[in-house]
């Protein structure tokens, strides 16, 4: 079986883990209190989506490895912040362990790629 070709960001699996772990995010930081509303939940919501927002960046800079690097570089830091937050959720009880446990894995995993691509950006540069 062949792999499809990789047209846009919206086909590499990290985009896409990325993105459904945001979505997860995304509905399940609706039951958080609403005193939440202005720190935590907007906070938490900006930073998983900017994951995925700094990745089609980055897809878009590939003729220029420091551009393309750098915005790989704000996506890891944004994932890395979207941890901190599900750890916050926790400890304040708006998540149960497991969950958290689920989407703070999810990101590990964000993580991983995206320092593998951040350490060897060459075969994702647009060659001039």
């Given amino acids: ?21 945001a979505m997860k995010i995304f509905e399940l930081s609706k039951k958080f209190p609403v005193e939440e509303r202005y720190s935590l939940t907007d906070q938490i919501r900006r930073s998983s989506r900017s994951v995925c927002a700094n990745l089609a960046e980055a897809w878009r800079k590939r003729r220029y490895e420091a551009a393309f690097v750098a915005k790989l570089n704000d996506s ?3 994932a890395a912040e979207t941890q901190t937050w599900l750890k ?38 647009i060659k001039r």
């Fill in 1 to 21: 079986m062949e792999k499809e070709p990789i047209k846009s960001h919206e086909d590499l699996e990290v985009y896409k883990m990325a993105f459904d772990t």
């Fill in 76 to 78: 890891e830091a944004e």
């Fill in 88 to 125: 916050f959720a926790v400890k304040c009880s708006y998540l149960d362990v497991d969950t958290g446990r689920e989407l703070y894995g999810n990101y590990n995993r964000v993580l991983g790629i995206l320092v593998i691509i951040i350490n060897n950006p060459s075969p994702w540069l």
